[in-house]
């Protein structure tokens, strides 16, 4: 895989970027998790007058081996036919970010069905799927080194039209059951607790995709040995999808750009703590949006130390969650580089 080279930021800077925070009109710590979101945005930036431009979102979509044990509701077709409706301006994604401005890519990486003849969706394709992973590796180490490079390259276009804010989402049937596996092999949670409903399971359902999941796991420590874990790499290749794949290079290449990554729900989630076991750097350019409603979310986040900005129940996927969160982030830019200080409005600090 290629190297990441992500810059941490300067810790000597934060003092003056508390200090401008703190001498604004208001009382020390009034405006609460959006002071935090500013200072972060701040030592991102490495500036005091933090600005956000070109904001981008890119819509990776694949299909996986695992939706054929049933651990799913929604069919594998589900996956190409949204991939067509995000192109006729019919989805989620598309309304939020005609609404917030996100200049909007549509990125096939293993979707399995032929999308040539829409032109706006990139073609990327690996491959039409991963293979299921209850019996075998979902992906070769070439095509997770492919699926990688995809999603840098994807950000690379985002720089160079200026974009220095980045979110991501994904389409991907039964892509919540990998997830739910690298949250217990990182984050050494049973996984009993790390697995929900999805897109909609029932109780009986559930319990189905624990046994299923127990399996693969089982079947993948017994053929992958205890010195796998040594790699952050072997679960990635083993149970990941390419558009989570791919997502992950994204934020890593992002976070080298200096970008501020939002970070969607329960499947980019899992995505940005694998990113962190690959390079723990990317998390200072983490803005989580916010916790879904699927078992276990907040759990993952807890791992990361990361408090999500909304709780609105959503479990939509798309990167949805992280467009919404949006114009909270351009509020503490705002705050940062519009409220005027104590000095200048000529108001008694009394603090």
């Excluded at 969160?325 to 409005?345: G, I, Q, S």
Aim: net charge negative; hydrophobic share 40%; with cysteine.
């Amino acid at each position: 895989m290629q190297t990441f080279h992500i810059q941490t930021p300067d810790e000597a800077f934060r003092s003056d970027v508390r200090n401008k925070i703190d001498n604004l009109n208001k009382p020390k710590g009034s405006l609460g998790q959006l002071e935090t979101l500013a200072e972060q945005v701040c030592m991102v930036q490495h500036t005091l007058t933090p600005h956000l431009q070109h904001p981008c979102h890119l819509l990776f979509g694949a299909d996986h081996g695992i939706e054929q044990e049933g651990v799913s509701v929604s069919p594998r077709e589900v996956t190409w036919q949204q991939m067509i409706n995000f192109t006729q301006g019919g989805g989620g994604v598309n309304m939020l970010c005609r609404q917030h401005g996100f200049h909007l890519r549509l990125i096939d990486v293993g979707v399995d069905y032929d999308l040539s003849d829409h032109p706006r969706i990139l073609n990327r394709k690996i491959r039409r799927g991963t293979d299921n992973f209850r019996y075998r590796p979902a992906m070769t180490a070439a095509e997770f080194d492919r699926a990688i490079a995809i999603g840098a390259e994807m950000v690379d276009y985002c720089a160079k039209e200026g974009s220095n804010v980045l979110s991501i989402g994904e389409m991907g049937i039964a892509n919540t059951s990998p997830s739910s596996i690298w949250m217990h092999l990182y984050g050494n949670i049973p996984l009993e607790d790390c697995i929900g409903a999805g897109a909609g399971l029932d109780t009986a359902g559930i319990r189905h995709k624990y046994e299923v999941l127990s399996e693969a796991v089982a079947r993948y420590c017994k053929t992958e040995g205890e010195e796998s874990f040594s790699s952050p790499l072997s679960p990635l290749s083993y149970f990941g999808g390419f558009e989570m794949i791919a997502a992950i290079g994204a934020m890593l290449r992002g976070a080298e750009h200096g970008m501020l990554l939002l970070v969607d729900g329960f499947i980019m989630s899992a995505c940005m703590l694998a990113a962190i076991h690959i390079n723990p750097a990317v998390r200072h350019y983490a803005i989580f949006a916010h916790c879904g409603d699927e078992s276990g979310h907040r759990k993952m986040l807890q791992l990361m130390d990361a408090q999500p900005l909304l709780q609105l129940g959503m479990r939509l996927g798309e990167g949805t969650g992280a467009l919404a969160a949006y114009p909270l982030v351009d509020t503490a830019v705002r705050m940062v580089n519009e409220m005027n200080n104590f000095t200048n409005a000529h108001i008694t600090k009394y603090f």
